[in-house]
């Protein structure tokens, strides 16, 4: 069935995509690992519709087809009639890992960015925004508007957005060793977490550390 979607993961990124999907009536079914998990979705779904229909945002009929809309399982055969299949990364696990990356990650946008894939795209160190890109807030944020504020770096046409994502990579690893990247990256996170006298001092350990080791590869060679 083509308006039967299935969703498979966890986390926040799954609530913004089945929200979406159910805003579209799509009916969409949920696989969670937990069957208590399962159950606990499934009432809560209830209990919305039960609400929509206390106060008139929806009619009798409304309400029973939008219950039926949604089901959450915890079995993978829930998704057997699904002519869509959406599975979904654990965006509190990724963001950390972006965050605390060892290299610098890049965000390309193209179009309209929210809920989970916006936190992802916060995590990156480095914006490149298509001109189609748009960016949740009080009303949506343009791709020069977002450059104007300094929430992205680049605002570029649609098109040329993942050549200029590999030009910025490019252009920031050049011919840097890992190891200095490694430790640039290191002090951008302390700067972030650590007082500023303790950042600092951080940073200068990591540069006495760095050129150390680099004046004994000369002297080996």
């Given at each position: 069935?083509?308006?039967?979607?299935?969703?498979?993961?966890?986390?926040?990124?799954?609530?913004?995509?089945?929200?979406?999907?159910?805003?579209?009536?799509?009916?969409?079914?949920a696989i969670t690992r937990?069957?208590?998990?399962?159950?606990?979705?499934?009432?809560?779904?209830?209990?919305?519709?039960?609400?929509?229909?206390?106060?008139?945002?929806?009619?009798?009929?409304?309400?029973?087809?939008?219950?039926?809309?949604?089901?959450?399982?915890?079995?993978?055969?829930?998704?057997?009639?699904?002519?869509?299949?959406?599975?979904?990364?654990?965006?509190?696990?990724?963001?950390?890992?972006?965050?605390?990356?060892?290299?610098p990650v890049v965000a390309?946008?193209?179009?309209?960015?929210?809920?989970?894939?916006?936190?992802?795209?916060?995590?990156?160190?480095?914006?490149?925004?298509?001109?189609?890109?748009?960016?949740?807030?009080?009303?949506?944020?343009?791709?020069?508007?977002?450059?104007?504020?300094?929430?992205?770096?680049?605002?570029?046409?649609?098109?040329?957005?993942?050549?200029?994502?590999?030009?910025?990579?490019?252009?920031?690893?050049?011919?840097?060793?890992?190891?200095?990247?490694?430790?640039?990256?290191?002090?951008?996170?302390?700067?972030?977490?650590?007082?500023?006298?303790?950042?600092?001092?951080?940073?200068?350990?990591?540069?006495?550390?760095?050129?150390?080791?680099?004046?004994?590869?000369?002297?080996?060679?």
């Amino acid at each position: 069935m083509d308006n039967h979607i299935a969703v498979i993961g966890a986390g926040r990124m799954r609530i913004s995509i089945i929200d979406f999907l159910l805003s579209k009536g799509f009916k969409v079914t949920a696989i969670t690992r937990m069957p208590g998990q399962a159950e606990n979705l499934n009432g809560k779904w209830k209990k919305t519709v039960s609400r929509q229909l206390k106060y008139g945002a929806a009619t009798e009929d409304q309400a029973a087809d939008r219950e039926n809309s949604y089901f959450a399982s915890s079995k993978m055969e829930s998704i057997s009639h699904a002519g869509i299949i959406i599975e979904t990364v654990n965006e509190d696990i990724e963001v950390k890992r972006i965050e605390e990356s060892p290299v610098p990650v890049v965000a390309a946008i193209n179009g309209a960015c929210f809920g989970g894939g916006l936190e992802l795209a916060l995590a990156c160190h480095i914006w490149v925004l298509g001109q189609s890109a748009m960016l949740p807030s009080s009303e949506y944020i343009t791709a020069d508007k977002a450059v104007e504020i300094g929430l992205a770096h680049y605002a570029i046409p649609r098109l040329e957005v993942l050549d200029k994502a590999f030009d910025v990579l490019h252009q920031m690893l050049g011919n840097k060793s890992v190891k200095a990247i490694n430790y640039i990256m290191k002090s951008v996170l302390a700067g972030r977490r650590m007082d500023r006298k303790s950042a600092l001092e951080l940073e200068a350990e990591l540069v006495v550390e760095l050129v150390e080791s680099q004046y004994n590869k000369r002297k080996i060679a």
